[in-house]
Structures are given as structure tokens and as C-alpha cells.
């Protein structure tokens, strides 16, 4: 008995030892982790990372070969770390479905790549898509054959900013279309040359799943939990008729649940839509995944009056979602002067007051710069970018 006795306890400390070796070779075996991991959500794979080093080691070895920028890009983008570059210059978004694919990790065929374009960068960016990247230009029945008569080289920062021409989407001045041969089918990009921002374009879509983006140095989902987690989708976009259901069904095909409104018997089901909350992006209901820039060249100064300023615009945009007609919208303050470079949106109004101080000012000091028609005056304009961040920034 006591033979017995003495033996029974390593028996049962050998075979939990072994579940613990088992456990953690699954965390040390590529193959294995892999196929686990790729069969889980977003917020599973961050779980799994915390339960153990192992499984951290694991997880991070994965997220970094499935979000891998350049392969993600490599299928309409030759050139990833040019393209990249011009992002970084230029504060272009990646944005759309092509965003989803690479924060869902799948696949959808049809879709195309949307690249979202700040006022002023966008002849840069179709000269490189066609010069870079041998796309052809396929312009629609109202456009002109060749682009460059459409854009412009250069962009006066120092006038009033322009209205948006009509479009079915807020904050669209124009679209252009561009195709090439692909190894299986013809690829397809389309740049929208935004009347605000990139931004201000995209809190507009149809609806939260697609509220997505990729800029050069990161991935930003503004509803992750909903999006990729609950599979839910709500609609904030009231432009397009209620009886077209085509974008309706077609993220209901890919495994979306569409909320037109919340109703107070949904809810509780759907907080994770944060309705009613001033947002920033990179806020903690945001999940930014950073990428590798090693090799992007960063932004370089404006010109020798102005500071430099190396991140992406799009990181100091906030708004807010609010019940509106029995539906919900989006809202916000837009931020636009010839004082900065690029335009902005907060729904926080105490913010907004900083700002428009700011902006005001110069104007009350007698020191507003009035806008000028000499070409080398306008090139030295300073842009007020530090200032403008510290205040976004507060």
C-alpha cells in the first residue's frame, strides 16, 4: 500500500506535465499554431497570445506573416515600398473592402483596390499608378480621355477651400478609374480625390464594416469588435434609397449582420458601435495594427518655412455617431483653413473652440497672410502644423 501510495502522485505530476509539454510544443510547431490561428478572430488571437509566452512568441510570429503589408499589396501594387513612400508623402488611404480582406484575413475576388486622396496630392498619385505601375486610365462618359487635362500639377493651398462637386458619396470630388492585365484577371484601382480629406470621406460609407484604412505605417479599424467580432454592420450612410439592397446583400453574403438603426430592443446588442461617444482615431475602441516601415521614405518638409511632419494627418480626426430621424449619422465639426495643410474633423466642441481661436487669431493681430498670386510666395507659405497638432493633440 504504501508502495502504492508513493507511486500514485508522480504518476498524476508526470501525466500534467505532459498536457503542459503537449501545449506548449503545439506553440513551438509552425504548422500547427498556423492552422489553429487562422481559423480564429482578431480578439481570440490576442487572447490566445496573453494565456502564455509560448503562445505570445506564436501569435506575434503569425500576425506578422498575416499582416504582411506588401503581400497584401503585392496584387495590385508592384512597387510596395515606393507606393508606401508616396503614401507616407502624400497621406493617401488604402480604404474599402480591400482594407477588410486584410484585417479579416480572406479573400473577396471581385474586389478592387480604393486609394483616398488629400486635396492637392492627387495628380502626384495618378502619375505614379500610371508611370510606376503601368495602369491605363478608363475614364467613365463625362471624362476626358487623358487625366492630366482633368488634374492639375498644382494645388493653391492659400485660397478658399472648394465645395464638393455632387456625388452619391459625401466628400467626393471626383473618381478615376484605372485597369491592367493581371495574371488571372484585369486588376482595377480606382483614386478618389477627396473634396476635405480622406477621412472625412470615409466616416460617410455606407456603414461601420467598411470603416477601415491602411495608411503607410499602420491599419486602423474604427469598429473592430462589431466588425470582426459580432459581424455586425450599421448603416450611416442615408444617401443611397431604402429599396436598393445591393450593398445590403452583398455584406450580408459575406457574413454581415446589417443594422439600419438601433432600436432600444438591439441596443444592448450592439454597444460595441460606441453611438453617442466622441471618437478619435487610435482611441482605445480602436485596433491599429502597425506595419514595418523599414525602407519607406518619410515625409519630407513642406517647404524650408514649415516644420516637419512625418505621421499621417489622419490620426487627429475624431466624430461621433447619433440618432438622427430614426436612424443614426455621423457627426462632426470639420476643420478647414488656409493655415494648415490638411483638413480636420472633431466632434468635441471644446476642442473645436481651440481651433477656431487659432484660426482667428492671426486675423485679430493683423498678421493673416492674404492670399497671394506670386507662385514663389506661395511656395514658401508657411503651413502651421506643430500648432495645430498641440492643439489637437491637448
Not at 508513493?6 to 513551438?28: K, L, M, N, Y
Not at 498619385?125 to 500639377?153: A, M, T, W
Not at 473592430?224 to 450612410?237: D, G, H, M, S, Y
Request: hydrophobic share 35%.
Amino acid at each position: 500500500m504504501s508502495q502504492t501510495s508513493t507511486i500514485g502522485p508522480p504518476s498524476q505530476r508526470q501525466h500534467r506535465f505532459a498536457d503542459e509539454c503537449v501545449i506548449g510544443q503545439v506553440f513551438h510547431c509552425p504548422p500547427i499554431y498556423n492552422l489553429i490561428f487562422s481559423c480564429v478572430s482578431p480578439g481570440t488571437l490576442v487572447r490566445i497570445g496573453l494565456s502564455c509566452h509560448a503562445a505570445y512568441i506564436a501569435s506575434r510570429d503569425f500576425s506578422q506573416r498575416a499582416f504582411n503589408i506588401h503581400c497584401h499589396l503585392s496584387r495590385f501594387i508592384v512597387k510596395p515600398l515606393a507606393f508606401r513612400s508616396l503614401q507616407a508623402r502624400t497621406g493617401t488611404l488604402i480604404t474599402g473592402s480591400n482594407v477588410l480582406q486584410f484585417l479579416d484575413r480572406t479573400f473577396y475576388p471581385e474586389a478592387d483596390m480604393d486609394l483616398y486622396v488629400h486635396p492637392g496630392h492627387t495628380r502626384e498619385v495618378l502619375d505614379f499608378i500610371v508611370e510606376r505601375e503601368g495602369y491605363r486610365f478608363k475614364p467613365h462618359s463625362r471624362q476626358r480621355l487623358d487625366y492630366r487635362e482633368i488634374v492639375p500639377h498644382e494645388w493653391d493651398g492659400t485660397q478658399d477651400r472648394g465645395k464638393p462637386l455632387h456625388y452619391r458619396i459625401k466628400g467626393i470630388k471626383s473618381v478615376f478609374s484605372f485597369e491592367k492585365h493581371g495574371p488571372e484577371c484585369p486588376l482595377k484601382i480606382q483614386i478618389i480625390e477627396c473634396a476635405a480629406s480622406p477621412f472625412d470621406t470615409i466616416i460617410n460609407f455606407h456603414s461601420t464594416c467598411v470603416m477601415n484604412f491602411i495608411t503607410f505605417d499602420a491599419a486602423y479599424s474604427l469598429y473592430p469588435v462589431a466588425t470582426f467580432e459580432e459581424r455586425n454592420t450599421l448603416q450611416v450612410w442615408r444617401e443611397r434609397p431604402f429599396h436598393d439592397l445591393t450593398v445590403v446583400n452583398k455584406y450580408s453574403e459575406r457574413g454581415f449582420t446589417w443594422f439600419s438603426t438601433l432600436t432600444a430592443s438591439t441596443f444592448s446588442q450592439v454597444s460595441s458601435f460606441h453611438a453617442s461617444e466622441d471618437r478619435t482615431v487610435g482611441d482605445r475602441y480602436t485596433w491599429k495594427v502597425a506595419l514595418n516601415i523599414q525602407g519607406v521614405d518619410l515625409r519630407p518638409p513642406m517647404n524650408s518655412s514649415s516644420s516637419i511632419f512625418q505621421c499621417d494627418p489622419v490620426i487627429y480626426n475624431g466624430w461621433s455617431l447619433l440618432e438622427r430621424d430614426e436612424g443614426i449619422i455621423t457627426v462632426y465639426n470639420p476643420i478647414e483653413s488656409t493655415l494648415f495643410r490638411y483638413n480636420y474633423s472633431t466632434a468635441n466642441a471644446i476642442l473645436q473652440f481651440e481651433l477656431c481661436w487659432f484660426m482667428l487669431r492671426p486675423c485679430l493681430r493683423g498678421h493673416m497672410l492674404p492670399p497671394s498670386n506670386d507662385p514663389l510666395e506661395k511656395e514658401r507659405r508657411p503651413w502651421f502644423i506643430n500648432s495645430v497638432l498641440q492643439v489637437l493633440l491637448w
